[in-house]
């Protein structure tokens, strides 16, 4: 089985690790953790170097449990939604477990939601987390 959690640095995305955690050891189960961002430029390298430590330190919770944990950062292009669904697409992806944010209902509207979108995207069962 394959576990795939959407990875942002949020407290609600660290407790999508720990749960993911919690499945993987009980279904033998290996994680992909992704990390997603729609840009990537020369500009951007402080964020890009922030969220590979984030990375890093998420694929140690899974090591230091002997859990095989493989991450990624993705800079498609594509938002973090669509990034997730069509990562679990590719990577035939059994279960993706991500954290919800409270968002106002003006947020949600102006910005979308991540977890919403692969909730009603993802080919596979989705785990929400908050």
Same mark, same amino acid.
């Given at each position: &089985?394959?576990? =795939?959690? $959407?990875?942002? *640095?949020?407290?609600?995305?660290? /407790?999508? =690790?720990? =749960?993911?955690?919690?499945?993987?050891?009980?279904? /033998?189960?290996?994680? +992909?953790?992704?990390?997603? &961002?729609?840009? $990537?430029?020369?500009? +951007?390298? /402080?964020? #890009?170097?922030?969220?590979?430590?984030?990375?890093?330190?998420?694929?140690? =919770?899974?090591?230091? !449990?002997?859990?095989?944990?493989?991450? !990624?950062?993705?800079?498609? $292009? %594509?938002n973090p939604g669509e990034?997730?669904?069509?990562f679990a697409r590719e990577? +035939?992806? +059994?279960?993706?477990?991500? *954290?919800?944010?409270?968002?106002?209902?003006?947020?949600? %509207?102006? &910005? $979308?939601?991540t977890a919403q979108f692969? #909730?009603?995207?993802?080919?596979?069962?989705?785990?929400?987390?908050?």
């Open positions: &089985m394959k576990i =795939l959690v $959407g990875y942002d *640095g949020s407290n609600s995305a660290k /407790e999508a =690790l720990s =749960l993911a955690r919690t499945y993987a050891k009980v279904l /033998e189960a290996s994680v +992909d953790v992704v990390t997603s &961002m729609q840009k $990537g430029t020369e500009n +951007d390298r /402080e964020e #890009i170097e922030q969220a590979e430590r984030g990375l890093a330190w998420a694929q140690s =919770l899974f090591e230091d !449990h002997g859990i095989p944990c493989k991450t !990624h950062l993705l800079i498609r $292009g %594509l990034d997730l669904v069509e990577n +035939d992806i +059994d279960q993706i477990v991500v *954290g919800v944010k409270r968002r106002s209902k003006i947020e949600k %509207l102006l &910005m $979308g939601s692969v #909730i009603l995207n993802a080919s596979c069962p989705v785990v929400s987390v908050k």
